[in-house]
């Protein structure tokens, strides 16, 4: 069977790519990596660095012209969460433009300016956007929903966290993945029982098992143009409609909570560190010691604000130091550097407490050894890297799904 095609945008390090690649199924033909906030373009540099820089764009993909990428199967992307809202402008004769900067709206350009756009998309974010803004529990999911159905995709998602299938890290991300509607698993979709779908015939059910849940299906439509979606979408509302799980075609939307349903063998966190090769700067000195009990202690007291305004202050402990025996807590961008922190992640060795080190960091994203390592490129910035990666086996897992599903025979 022939390689899938593959487009990808925020690509970071390239954990998409090691995730499809790994497979045999896929092949990146254009990727694009572009920080708005920095100078120096790292994390591009390090991609160009592992997979080559032909077909690879380093500029605000906002500014590329839809007619320099080219066709794809598959479009793939981690994008920022951002505030999706629509904005209704005179300029423009669909009457519809989402707010500047906001990367949704640049695959959004792609998909709809696109002649023989991607068949299927695959896509990540965090597990907040199904519950965001807070004043509209929600509404951001919805009108990416509205807005990809507008285009002729179905969707279903679920929000993974990896150490729920064996992997060694806890890091919940919502993965959706889209269907046009001139494939067969749109029409299988469009045929199949909602439930089936979401429990056991559907591409993620395939990768990420799940158990037969206690709750219901619920089921509603979302009827109103994107900037309707945007002014009233379940205002006044606490919780968002949205649950862990889902499917979406057709306007209509279908979701429940589920739960995992996994027996095999879990790495935890001291799986993965490495022995006795770790230089002496990531190892916490008996200086620094008390600053490091008593940000990760808990704390019962009284505040002040910059304006003078006091307050109490409480916070529970954090596990300290790090449970070996389990997987480990989610890696932030804020996870490098030497300055005690409450976040950072602190193991005890033979030799002491100490943090992770980069390799170590690589490791719980499941990338390969020292793929961000190169010259020009602090340990405190690969850390960042990780800390806006995602889990490369998860990402191997769907997609192996999702190759088996375009190629099942209906």
């Known amino acids: 069977m022939k390689k899938l095609k593959v487009i990808e945008l925020f690509a970071g390090v390239g954990g998409f790519r090691l995730g499809l690649e790994k497979s045999g199924d896929y092949e990146v033909v254009w990727s694009n990596q572009w920080e708005p906030s920095t100078k120096t373009q790292h994390a591009s540099m390090v991609y160009?660095?592992?997979?080559?820089?032909?077909?690879?764009?380093?500029?605000d993909i906002s500014e590329v012209p839809t007619s320099e990428i080219p066709d794809a199967d598959v479009l793939v992307g981690g994008f920022p969460c951002q505030d999706y809202?629509?904005?209704?402008?005179?300029?423009?004769?669909?009457?519809?433009?989402?707010?500047?900067?906001?990367?949704?709206?640049s695959i959004h350009r792609i998909l709809s300016q696109k002649k023989n756009p991607p068949k299927y998309l695959f896509l990540e974010n965090v597990d907040r956007l199904l519950k965001s803004p807070s004043n509209q529990r929600g509404r951001d999911f919805a009108i990416m929903l509205k807005s990809m159905d507008e285009l002729g995709y179905a969707v279903e998602w679920r929000i993974v966290n990896a150490a729920d299938y064996g992997m060694p890290q806890r890091r919940?991300?919502?993965?959706?993945?889209?269907?046009?509607?001139?494939?067969?698993?749109?029409?299988?979709?469009?045929?199949?029982?909602?439930?089936?779908?979401?429990?056991?015939?559907?591409?993620?059910?395939?990768?990420?098992?799940?158990?037969?849940?206690?709750?219901?299906?619920?089921?509603?439509?979302?009827?109103?143009?994107?900037?309707q979606l945007s002014k009233e979408f379940n205002t006044g509302k606490k919780l968002s409609p949205f649950e862990n799980t889902g499917v979406f075609i057709d306007r209509k939307v279908h979701t429940l909570k589920t739960s995992p349903n996994y027996e095999g063998k879990k790495t935890v966190l001291g799986d993965i560190l490495l022995n006795g090769e770790v230089t002496d700067d990531f190892y916490i000195s008996d200086i620094d010691f008390p600053k490091w009990e008593y940000l990760k202690g808990a704390k019962k007291e009284r505040r002040t604000a910059k304006n003078g305004f006091t307050y109490n202050y409480s916070e529970g402990s954090m596990v300290f130091p790090d449970a070996l025996d389990n997987a480990s807590r989610t890696i932030i961008t804020g996870e490098g550097g030497k300055s005690p922190s409450r976040f950072k992640h602190v193991v005890q060795t033979k030799k002491g407490l100490r943090r992770l080190t980069p390799v170590e960091l690589e490791r719980l994203n499941m990338f390969p050894d020292n793929h961000t390592q190169l010259?020009?490129?602090?340990?405190?910035?690969?850390?960042?890297f990780m800390g806006n990666a995602l889990v490369v086996g998860v990402v191997e897992r769907l997609g192996k799904s999702l190759f088996e599903k375009i190629n099942s025979k209906p």
């Open 85 to 105: 809202s629509v904005a209704t402008t005179l300029q423009n004769s669909k009457g519809l433009i989402g707010k500047k900067g906001v990367l949704w709206w």
């Open 48 to 59: 160009e660095a592992r997979f080559g820089d032909e077909n690879h764009s380093n500029q």
């Open 172 to 227: 919940r991300r919502i993965f959706f993945l889209g269907y046009h509607k001139s494939t067969q698993a749109y029409q299988s979709i469009k045929k199949d029982d909602a439930l089936d779908w979401m429990l056991l015939s559907g591409t993620i059910a395939n990768a990420f098992p799940v158990a037969n849940p206690s709750t219901k299906i619920a089921s509603f439509t979302i009827e109103q143009d994107l900037v």
């Open 375 to 384: 010259k020009g490129i602090s340990d405190t910035k690969r850390a960042f």
